[in-house]
């Protein structure tokens, strides 16, 4: 069985690809431009693949141009979902990595598919948009959407939180500018999410939207504690506006009900086995 994966060598995609093979599919990336139609079509009959894993796209909240994340979020989504009709065989199912940011400020927690949707950024919107288009296909091919909460490990830039935490912690810095503190996410494993989005290959349903979720949060605070008791290390922290976004999603975790009802049990990973899993990558370059 055949399997293209978009963004397959970011971050999600390296760790992903591993575990697709261990599951017996053939792994192949998706390079080209998804806004150049032609090499898209040209790529996606060529390489006539039995599903569709799509994890390409802009994935930073405070990406600095706007019109950028609908052009690869949503318009370059939109393309291949058209590539995927056109061609001679189409995948028996296309899941789409979409994200958690679309519930916004969510007056319910924690969070169910059926909550209203409130993106405050950009980049949710992107998504929202990208997932209100895709339905348009649902009479063409069998898609399904992943909301995606807040996942991490080795190899993703520390330009997001977590990631930027253990840097500093593995290059024992004495300080570190920060945000709000006082932010709660999902802190989930890459692992966790890989093995979520190979379950829906698997056995998610047509037209369905599922959480990728385990419904625990963590503070930036939170994680800071953690970091200091598995290290020995005190770090100074700096609250700098400069990282305090307007749109502040202030509680972001999720309800996995309707991920465990379609592909079962997932092994789920403790904080600090994802956090010594990053600073043993980190301390030796990774």
């Excluded at 692992?191 to 503070?219: D, M």
Aim: charged letters at 20%; aromatic letters at 6%.
């Amino acid at each position: 069985m055949k399997l293209l994966v978009s963004g397959l060598n970011g971050f999600t995609g390296r760790h992903l690809a591993p575990m697709a093979r261990a599951e017996g599919w053939q792994v192949v990336g998706l390079d080209c431009d998804l806004n150049d139609a032609k090499a898209l079509q040209a790529a996606i009959d060529t390489v006539a693949a039995d599903a569709v894993l799509h994890l390409a796209g802009i994935s930073f909240t405070d990406h600095p141009d706007s019109s950028e994340i609908y052009r690869v979020n949503t318009v370059g989504t939109t393309m291949l979902l058209q590539a995927l009709v056109c061609t001679p065989k189409r995948p028996a199912k296309v899941v789409l990595a979409s994200s958690a940011s679309v519930y916004g400020n969510s007056l319910a927690t924690p969070i169910a598919e059926s909550q209203p949707v409130a993106p405050v950024s950009h980049y949710a919107a992107s998504k929202l948009a990208m997932e209100s288009l895709a339905r348009t296909y649902q009479d063409e091919l069998v898609v399904v959407i992943a909301r995606p909460f807040n996942y991490t490990g080795p190899g993703q830039n520390s330009k997001f939180l977590v990631p930027k935490l253990v840097e500093h912690f593995a290059q024992q810095r004495a300080a570190i500018n920060l945000g709000n503190l006082d932010v709660r996410r999902e802190v989930n494993d890459v692992r966790f999410a890989c093995e979520a989005y190979l379950g829906l290959l698997r056995a998610g349903q047509a037209g369905q939207t599922y959480n990728i979720c385990t419904g625990l949060s963590y503070s930036a605070a939170d994680l800071l504690r953690a970091l200091s008791d598995m290290t020995g290390q005190q770090i100074e922290v700096t609250v700098d506006p400069a990282f305090m976004r307007r749109n502040e999603v202030h509680e972001l975790y999720g309800d996995p009900t309707q991920l465990r009802l379609a592909v079962g049990h997932l092994r789920t990973y403790k904080l600090e086995d994802t956090l010594q899993w990053m600073l043993e990558d980190a301390k030796a370059g990774g």
